[in-house]
């Protein structure tokens, strides 16, 4: 008989932690598990993928700041309706709700935690505490977010399970050249063009990247600076911020904010560099997938980066929040074919050898099958 899963989340935008989610129900073995995918306030706009890939995303449509006894109750009693077997959660708000329904439904909880723990709240360590001690397993993304948990949350170490993120390669692909790429885009085929894609959060850092553009411009020989393009996909609160600040150094007609794009591989073949000037990070799927497209890679020194990236040898590590050591790292790379040759390829191999999404869904199923028996 099939065990069913349900996979709970506060929202399903476009992010590293809802994409990855996405990926786990399209993935796992439809003749063992049956997934249901819950969400506790509205639904967003993965759940549109989601649903086209045969798996029910339904929504509490439940708000508000405070913690809230009825979100548990509901939660739990759609658990016993629906004969969940297991529960998987992610992120903070998921894995606190999930976990205390699961108590009360009586079914083991698994709680992935995909950020190092940047802003520590007592109280939420407390609470991770205790239900990290019941029936089920935390799961963390890179070394750093596991050590994190187990400092903070004083857990034991067999409770709190390594399991890198992986990525469906297949999502990088694309028959379009370089040139097409671009041109489709609106940009030159010689344009030296630097991308990076993330929510305009602070935490994603897209304010010390314009910043370092504007100071590689100059320095930068006139034939790059007049190639030199930044493109930012994504959305996100810090949008109307980030529109002054390139008016304000007067990027305009350098910098484009692309908002959300579903054409991720033709946006990755467009870029000569990729750069990701995060703040904090779990193991970013993003720069996976920017690896795995075969980009040279500049990133804030921040969540698995280093486990990933080794001694710079599968791409550059900057001081997060360093903006004079973003741009010249850019500027090196950038005035540097053979370099960027050399770090796409091996950031290439990198992902596509240790980092596939089918090894890592495996290796879930075999948390689930050991939670379940």
């Given at each position: 008989?099939?065990?069913?899963?349900?996979?709970?989340?506060?929202?399903?935008?476009?992010?590293?932690?809802?994409?990855?989610?996405?990926?786990?129900?399209?993935?796992?073995?439809?003749?063992?598990?049956?997934?249901?995918?819950?969400?506790?306030?509205?639904?967003?706009?993965?759940?549109?993928?989601?649903?086209?890939?045969?798996?029910?995303?339904?929504?509490?449509?439940?708000?508000?700041?405070?913690?809230?006894?009825?979100?548990?109750?509901?939660?739990?009693?759609?658990?016993?309706?629906?004969?969940?077997?297991?529960?998987?959660?992610?992120?903070?708000?998921?894995?606190?709700?999930?976990?205390?329904?699961?108590?009360?439904?009586?079914?083991p909880a698994i709680a992935t935690v995909h950020n190092t723990y940047v802003r520590r709240k007592w109280h939420r360590s407390l609470l991770n505490r205790w239900l990290g001690r019941g029936r089920g397993l935390v799961i963390a993304v890179s070394a750093e977010a596991r050590d994190d948990v187990i400092l903070h949350d004083?857990?034991?170490?067999?409770?709190?399970?390594?399991?890198?993120?992986?990525?469906?390669?297949?999502?990088?692909?694309?028959?379009?050249?370089?040139?097409?790429?671009?041109?489709?885009?609106?940009?030159?085929?010689?344009?030296?063009?630097?991308?990076?894609?993330?929510?305009?959060?602070?935490?994603?850092?897209?304010?010390?990247?314009?910043?370092?553009?504007?100071?590689?411009?100059?320095?930068?020989?006139?034939?790059?600076?007049?190639?030199?393009?930044?493109?930012?996909?994504?959305?996100?609160?810090?949008?109307?911020?980030?529109?002054?600040?390139?008016?304000?150094?007067?990027?305009?007609?350098?910098?484009?904010?692309?908002?959300?794009?579903?054409?991720?591989?033709?946006?990755?073949?467009?870029?000569?560099?990729?750069?990701?000037?995060?703040?904090?990070?779990?193991?970013?799927?993003?720069?996976?997938?920017?690896?795995?497209?075969?980009?040279?890679?500049?990133?804030?020194?921040?969540?698995?980066?280093?486990?990933?990236?080794?001694?710079?040898?599968?791409?550059?590590?900057?001081?997060?929040?360093?903006?004079?050591?973003?741009?010249?790292?850019?500027?090196?790379?950038?005035?540097?074919?053979?370099?960027?040759?050399?770090?796409?390829?091996?950031a290439r191999q990198r992902v596509r050898e240790h980092y596939d999404l089918r090894e890592r869904v495996a290796r879930l199923a075999a948390c689930y099958d050991a939670l379940l028996a």
């Open positions: 008989m099939k065990k069913r899963i349900l996979h709970l989340i506060t929202r399903l935008p476009t992010g590293g932690a809802e994409h990855l989610l996405a990926s786990i129900v399209r993935h796992l073995d439809a003749g063992r598990y049956e997934s249901l995918v819950c969400c506790i306030q509205d639904r967003g706009e993965l759940a549109y993928m989601i649903e086209a890939g045969g798996v029910k995303v339904i929504s509490l449509d439940r708000r508000g700041k405070r913690f809230s006894p009825g979100t548990v109750l509901a939660l739990a009693r759609l658990m016993r309706e629906q004969r969940i077997d297991l529960v998987h959660c992610h992120l903070y708000h998921a894995n606190l709700y999930g976990r205390l329904a699961a108590r009360l439904a009586g079914i004083r857990l034991a170490p067999e409770r709190v399970l390594l399991l890198p993120n992986g990525i469906d390669l297949g999502r990088v692909d694309t028959p379009l050249s370089q040139a097409a790429a671009k041109e489709r885009l609106g940009y030159a085929p010689d344009d030296f063009l630097i991308g990076c894609v993330g929510r305009l959060e602070a935490q994603k850092g897209h304010i010390h990247i314009i910043a370092a553009l504007g100071r590689m411009l100059q320095s930068a020989p006139a034939d790059l600076a007049r190639r030199l393009r930044l493109l930012i996909v994504g959305e996100g609160r810090l949008r109307g911020e980030l529109e002054r600040a390139i008016a304000a150094a007067g990027l305009g007609d350098k910098v484009r904010l692309a908002g959300n794009r579903s054409d991720i591989a033709e946006i990755l073949r467009s870029l000569d560099l990729y750069a990701m000037p995060s703040l904090w990070e779990g193991l970013s799927l993003a720069m996976l997938e920017a690896m795995a497209a075969g980009l040279p890679l500049i990133i804030s020194d921040v969540g698995g980066a280093a486990e990933v990236l080794g001694d710079n040898e599968f791409g550059v590590r900057v001081p997060p929040g360093d903006v004079d050591a973003l741009a010249r790292a850019m500027l090196a790379l950038a005035t540097d074919d053979a370099a960027l040759q050399r770090l796409g390829r091996a």
